[in-house]
């Protein structure tokens, strides 16, 4: 069908507004108001060993970064999204402020042009954190509120939406992760930082996705049975280190995600993983 589009559209283009008749093959899409695009999203899970890191090109050309792993991983971001060809991002999230998580963005602050940052209100008293309070601020940028509710990105067939933190104070640092939500035509990645299972069961909203980003690097905290059963994945992403001391990640969660699907994939055997979609497929590679 997407050959078909494509041809179809580079006629249109060659021929001006002549009209074209084609017979295209009724397919299951008449089911579905989004057609294949060319405008893929390619999400990008970056091994970061024991941290999250994931940058996503978004097909409407914007481009966002959910974490950047531990401070000295700050330049395997860095050089990762250079390669890339950007130099801006247009979101940044930091889910929480642990340092496996928002110890490289600092220094990703200060080497991209950034133009929104979120951030959960968390209090942190960490060297690290304050580090990244004082880029923030030198760089002139303000931080947005990150919690349930809100929308980063409302398009015609692109919404990006907050799921969690839904309450405003946890005993545990990791349950203030943001929560977030892509949706891409009829596909949906789900980023849950390292929410647990108590956060998982604030929320209300619609987590069902195809694409999971794993919470809490596959520690059995996260991905509780009912959380699971609702966001119903056909595919797993575990962002984790190699024979780190945490037991990450546990074999319960594996165990419990191989009842959903067998295309799990792990930072700490796959390297760095990207997954492409055009709205209606799915495609998946891997660095090893
Ligand atoms: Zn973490």
Same mark, same amino acid.
């Given at each position: 069908?997407?050959?078909?589009?494509?041809?179809?559209?580079?006629?249109?283009?060659?021929?001006?507004?002549?009209?074209?008749?084609?017979?295209?093959?009724?397919?299951?899409?008449?089911?579905?108001?989004?057609?294949?695009?060319?405008?893929?999203?390619?999400?990008?899970?970056?091994?970061?060993?024991?941290?999250?890191?994931?940058?996503?090109?978004?097909?409407?050309?914007?481009?966002?970064?959910?974490?950047?792993?531990?401070?000295?991983?700050?330049?395997?971001?860095?050089?990762?999204?250079?390669?890339?060809?950007?130099?801006?991002?247009?979101?940044?999230?930091?889910?929480?402020?642990?340092?496996?998580?928002?110890?490289?963005?600092?220094?990703?602050?200060?080497?991209?042009?950034?133009?929104?940052?979120?951030?959960?209100?968390?209090?942190?008293?960490?060297?690290?954190?304050?580090?990244?309070?004082?880029?923030?601020?030198?760089?002139?940028?303000?931080?947005?509120?990150?919690?349930?509710?809100?929308?980063?990105?409302?398009?015609?067939?692109?919404?990006?939406?907050?799921?969690?933190?839904?309450?405003?104070?946890?005993?545990?640092?990791?349950?203030?992760?943001?929560?977030?939500?892509?949706?891409?035509?009829?596909?949906?990645?789900?980023?849950?930082?390292?929410?647990?299972?108590?956060?998982?069961?604030?929320?209300?909203?619609?987590?069902?996705?195809?694409?999971?980003?794993?919470?809490?690097?596959?520690?059995?905290?996260?991905?509780?049975?009912?959380?699971?059963? *609702?966001?119903?994945?056909?595919?797993?992403?575990?962002?984790?280190?190699?024979?780190?001391?945490?037991?990450?990640?546990?074999?319960?969660?594996?165990?419990?995600?191989?009842?959903?699907?067998?295309?799990?994939? *792990?930072?700490?055997?796959?390297?760095?993983?990207?997954?492409?979609?055009?709205?209606?497929?799915?495609?998946?590679?891997?660095?090893?």
């Amino acid at each position: 069908m997407k050959k078909i589009i494509i041809v179809l559209m580079f006629l249109v283009l060659i021929s001006g507004c002549a009209k074209i008749n084609l017979d295209i093959p009724n397919s299951n899409s008449s089911n579905n108001e989004f057609e294949a695009s060319e405008d893929e999203l390619v999400a990008h899970f970056i091994d970061v060993g024991q941290g999250d890191a994931n940058f996503i090109e978004l097909p409407n050309g914007d481009t966002m970064l959910i974490d950047a792993g531990e401070a000295y991983e700050s330049d395997t971001v860095i050089d990762y999204i250079e390669n890339l060809g950007y130099t801006d991002i247009d979101y940044v999230i930091g889910t929480h402020p642990h340092t496996d998580h928002i110890g490289g963005l600092a220094d990703v602050i200060n080497t991209f042009d950034v133009a929104f940052i979120y951030m959960p209100k968390a209090v942190s008293t960490s060297k690290t954190y304050e580090n990244l309070l004082e880029t923030i601020k030198n760089k002139g940028l303000n931080i947005h509120t990150g919690a349930s509710g809100v929308e980063v990105l409302n398009e015609d067939n692109l919404a990006i939406e907050m799921l969690a933190p839904n309450a405003e104070k946890y005993s545990g640092m990791n349950n203030y992760s943001i929560v977030l939500k892509i949706t891409y035509g009829n596909i949906s990645f789900l980023y849950t930082g390292d929410a647990e299972a108590l956060s998982e069961k604030e929320i209300t909203s619609d987590v069902s996705a195809d694409v999971l980003k794993v919470g809490h690097h596959g520690s059995d905290t996260s991905t509780s049975n009912e959380f699971l059963a *609702r966001v119903n994945p056909s595919y797993a992403i575990i962002s984790v280190g190699a024979n780190n001391s945490y037991n990450h990640p546990s074999s319960s969660t594996i165990k419990k995600l191989e009842e959903y699907t067998n295309n799990i994939y *792990r930072t700490d055997l796959n390297g760095s993983i990207i997954v492409k979609s055009d709205g209606i497929n799915i495609e998946v590679e891997t660095e090893k």
